[in-house]
């Protein structure tokens, strides 16, 4: 993830508004491997009946067009989506934040630099719940959009809301005192992770995070690489999270590193401090999914809709990857 050169001025964030918590629910650890998508797994059917309405949030640098096809994919479900008004152009309205001392510091504050996106959200919002009348809606974040997501529904509260999904979200700040790691977002995701709501998955409320396995990057001068079929999953008595695995039958032999393989890792590595992981081609698997939440992870999934092919390289809209998830939102 790439955060452009950001604006703002400092500013004194107000309270933000929360409701009580409710009770969660208790999960059981589990790794669930299924069946490609598209192949044994039986795709979900569209439904007839009335669907809470969604709101999708572009991700950095996306134009809303880039999800219409995303929004014929979840119409035939059933499911009336609203995108929030995004273009590429507007994103450069970050770089403002060069003038702030803050950014400089690494600890960049979201607002004012982000008002512009917070009020296209909010519009986004208000243009759903005339389409909701009166249901509750479902937040779906791609990339960056996941996480403003989170600072929307900490500054505007959620209680119109009843699911955040996250798609590709890199949710976590990088790691401090790296060699040659920065925080790309100068201290915006490190705001997020202190101050907004933590991660639940409730009847009320759920976090659904969805990570991809495209490509393991590589070290840039080491050939040393993960074995491709690695993951661990550690079992916390308390957290609520659940990580479901779609397998890809495409194995390859482990081979040395790429070009690619080491740019992409390099890329990895400003996110997560590790560049030999696994990604979407831009956020690695671990950065994106939350303590809390119901975590997902896809394999063969690219990151982005631009440059990709729902046959050859599919992302996470992509017609065949939607039918893994789209029972989050009919529930």
């Not at 490609?36 to 059917?45: H, M, R, S, Y």
């Not at 067009?65 to 995303?70: A, E, M, R, T």
């Not at 982005?304 to 065949?320: C, E």
Request: charged share 20%; with cysteine.
């Amino acid at each position: 993830m790439a955060w452009a050169t950001l604006i703002s001025m400092p500013t004194t964030f107000p309270s933000p508004r929360r409701r009580p918590p409710p009770q969660p629910i208790k999960h059981r650890h589990f790794i669930a491997t299924l069946a490609a998508a598209g192949t044994e797994e039986k795709p979900a059917q569209p439904t007839p009946v009335n669907c809470r309405p969604a709101v999708i949030l572009p991700g950095l640098g996306n134009n809303s067009s880039d999800y219409q096809k995303l929004q014929v994919t979840l119409k035939e479900y059933g499911v009336p989506t609203v995108v929030a008004k995004v273009s590429r152009v507007d994103w450069l309205r970050n770089a403002a934040g060069l003038l702030d001392p803050n950014y400089w510091r690494g600890t960049l504050r979201p607002r004012p630099v982000l008002d512009w996106y917070l009020k296209r959200v909010d519009e986004a919002v208000q243009e759903a719940r005339i389409l909701a009348e009166g249901q509750s809606l479902s937040l779906i974040g791609h990339s960056a959009g996941g996480w403003l997501a989170r600072l929307y529904m900490e500054e505007f509260g959620l209680s119109n809301i009843s699911l955040l999904l996250t798609l590709g979200t890199p949710h976590l700040p990088p790691p401090k005192g790296l060699p040659g790691v920065i925080d790309q977002t100068r201290g915006l995701l490190d705001y997020v992770d202190r101050y907004c709501a933590k991660a639940i998955y409730t009847p009320d409320l759920k976090y659904v995070c969805i990570a991809g396995r495209y490509i393991q990057g590589a070290r840039l001068f080491s050939d040393s690489n993960l074995d491709s079929n690695s993951m661990v999953l550690l079992d916390n008595s308390e957290s609520m999270t659940e990580l479901t695995v779609v397998s890809n039958t495409n194995e390859s032999t482990s081979t040395a590193p790429t070009l690619r393989a080491r740019f992409i890792g390099q890329g990895y590595k400003q996110v997560c401090g590790q560049a030999d992981v696994w990604g979407d081609g831009v956020v690695p698997e671990s950065s994106a999914h939350l303590e809390g939440a119901l975590n997902i992870t896809l394999d063969g999934i690219y990151h982005s809709p631009v440059g990709s092919d729902d046959t050859l390289r599919p992302w996470y809209g992509s017609p065949a990857i939607v039918e893994t998830w789209i029972h989050h939102l009919l529930s």
